[in-house]
């Protein structure tokens, strides 16, 4: 995993849990206030984890772009971008919203990746 990572993971278990706290106030107070309330994490998560899923892919594709070429980075872009258009999506819908979308998609996005030779990558040195 990156360094950002950690930091990035504990905002969407957080933003998460409030998701699911704002389905029990629908429940409980009224369906105005819940669900109100619930496109509060949708956009921080929008800014907080697209914004740092955006920059550390920008990052990672000025690098690649020397060994691998700009046409399979431009694919790679637009893989990552329909992922998290696909959870965005998902924490939009009500009810299905209180599903741990953020923390999936940060669990995949941030998670061990492939080294070149096609074998996990190991933090250990």
Known sequence: MSDVSPVILLIAILLDIFGLFC???TFTVGATIGE???FVPDI?????IGGSEMFMKRRQSFSQAKTVGTSAVSNAKKQSG???LGTFIGELLPFVGAFPFWTIHVLFSYGPSESEDGEPASDIT
Do not use: A, C
Not at 44 to 48: A, P, T
């Open 23 to 25: 389905l029990i106030l």
């Open 36 to 38: 109100g309330l619930s």
């Open 44 to 48: 921080l998560g929008l800014i907080l």
């Open 82 to 84: 329909l992922k998290f």
